[in-house]
């Protein structure tokens, strides 16, 4: 049984940092493409960053290039999205996702971790 399990979202400042985590079990993480999505209140939901399953090649939202970076860990079957230099309209539930490939339906999804991004 494939799950997404997010964690590491909180309250953090303007301009700092956090590191989510993305627990992936019931299949082999690195034969899938993962993806980072949010949505914010009131707002569609948005696609992050995805990284693809073999060659590992990476798509980042305009939005957060420069300042988030995704990571895959294939020993833990775990997915990091590091986010530095964090803004208030970075607030948002942030959700990882799987399938075979990045795209905007992806299959399986977590339960989402709430970033809130305020003085």
């Known amino acids: 049984q494939v799950q997404l399990v997010e964690s590491g979202g909180g309250l953090v400042q303007p301009g700092g940092s956090l590191r989510l985590s993305c627990a992936a079990s019931g299949f082999t993480l690195d034969d899938y493409a993962i993806g980072w999505f949010r949505q914010a209140p009131g707002k569609d939901r948005e696609g992050v960053v995805c990284i693809s399953s073999s060659d590992g090649i990476t798509y980042y939202a305009d939005s957060v290039k420069g300042r988030f970076t995704i990571s895959r860990d294939n020993v833990k079957n775990t997915v990091y999205l590091q986010m530095n230099s964090l803004k208030p309209e970075d607030t948002a539930v942030y959700y990882c996702?799987?399938?075979?490939?990045?795209?905007?339906?992806?299959?399986?999804w977590g339960k989402g971790t709430l970033v809130t991004v305020s003085s």
């Open positions: 996702a799987t399938d075979l490939f990045c795209h905007a339906g992806m299959d399986y």
